[in-house]
């Protein structure tokens, strides 16, 4: 099989799976997601061309959607691959606590949820 053809069964396969589920992130959402994390949500690279990267991969059950769609760079994209976010991250080192709590914080503040304090933090006594 050559290259060109596994590329156009690639092809295939993708379209197949984009259009079995439903993909509710608008633009305007894409663009919101672009500047509140103000460059790639894995490496903090500011590169001009971020693409649309879903933490859980379509061909794993994933969607576009504001919860699942971060922006990345080529570079961090290409690595992830198919792979779902928390695996990718701890085979590359990378800090998943402090993304994962700022893709919450993100995203709540794009659906205008009120930010929330975390749940360990407690109240002093009255």
């Known amino acids: 099989m050559t290259s060109r053809t596994k590329s156009a069964t690639y092809a295939r396969r ?25 460059g ?10 971020l693409q649309k990267d ?13 919860a699942n769609v971060v922006p990345a760079c080529a570079s961090c994209n290409a690595s992830k691959c198919n ?9 590359k080192k990378l ?15 794009l659906a205008g949820e009120p930010a929330r304090r975390p749940a360990d933090t407690v109240d002093p006594a009255p």
Do not use: N
């Open 95 to 109: 800090d998943e606590r402090t993304f994962l709590v700022r893709q919450v914080e993100v995203v709540r503040l």
């Open 40 to 49: 790639c949500a894995y490496c903090g690279g500011d590169g001009a061309a």
């Open 83 to 91: 792979l779902e976010v928390t695996t990718w991250m701890r085979r």
């Open 14 to 38: 993708r379209k197949r799976r984009m259009s079995l589920v439903d993909h509710d992130l608008t633009d305007d959402q894409w663009h919101d997601l672009m500047d509140a994390w103000s």
């Open 54 to 66: 879903c933490m859980l991969p379509i061909s794993r059950g994933g969607r576009y959607t504001l």
